[in-house]
């Protein structure tokens, strides 16, 4: 049996649109919106950084808490959930659909906000540096953090990696 050649074109066209997909369209770099791509979201600074002051008091009261999406053929963006986020909506976006991230949530509020005792370089180089703009980012984490490191957390197949952390406008919020 003989196969046009059209089909072997066809196969590898599929292939590099399936190897294209599976990087979701998002990397790692930071980006603040308004200024290097998409529109800017008119946040308040107090509603993101009660945001991040709100996801390190989990982790702070439920050590070891993790922020954990599945792996799948697809990659996912979910809402974070914060009571009383204001006009901030914060928004966990998988890299690869393969992989499995799980990381803490004090790493999600440093990613917000370049952590509780941020010099200010460090917030510059965070989301609340977008200020009221918003941005993304991917998610900072440190691998050697013994949560990371433990039995449970390795048989589980998750890594610490995978994740742009987004801050967005709520969608029931007014503009300012």
């Known amino acids: 049996?003989?196969?046009?050649?059209?089909?072997?074109?066809?196969?590898?066209?599929?292939?590099?649109?399936?190897?294209?997909?599976?990087?979701?369209?998002?990397?790692?770099?930071?980006?603040?919106?308004?200024?290097?791509?998409?529109?800017?979201?008119?946040?308040?600074?107090?509603?993101?950084?009660?945001?991040?002051?709100?996801?390190?008091?989990?982790?702070?009261?439920?050590?070891?808490?993790?922020?954990?999406?599945?792996?799948?053929?697809?990659?996912?963006?979910?809402?974070?959930?914060?009571?009383?986020?204001g006009t901030v909506l914060p928004l966990a976006k998988q890299t690869g659909p393969r992989v499995t991230p799980s990381v803490l949530y004090a790493d999600i509020a440093n990613t917000i906000d370049g952590g509780a005792d941020a010099t200010p370089e460090q917030r510059a180089e965070s989301l609340i540096g977008c200020a009221a703009s918003g941005g993304q980012v991917g998610i900072k984490t440190d691998p050697k953090n013994p949560y990371y490191n433990t039995d449970s957390y390795k048989a589980s197949g998750a890594k610490p990696t995978g994740l742009v952390i987004k801050v967005v406008r709520a969608p029931e919020s007014k503009k300012l």
């Open 1 to 85: 049996m003989h196969l046009p050649s059209i089909v072997p074109a066809a196969v590898a066209t599929l292939l590099f649109t399936a190897a294209a997909s599976a990087q979701c369209g998002e990397g790692a770099q930071g980006i603040c919106y308004g200024e290097e791509g998409g529109e800017p979201q008119g946040l308040d600074l107090d509603d993101l950084q009660y945001v991040a002051d709100y996801l390190r008091y989990i982790g702070e009261s439920q050590p070891g808490a993790l922020f954990t999406m599945p792996g799948g053929f697809t990659c996912q963006e979910w809402g974070i959930e914060v009571p009383g986020a």
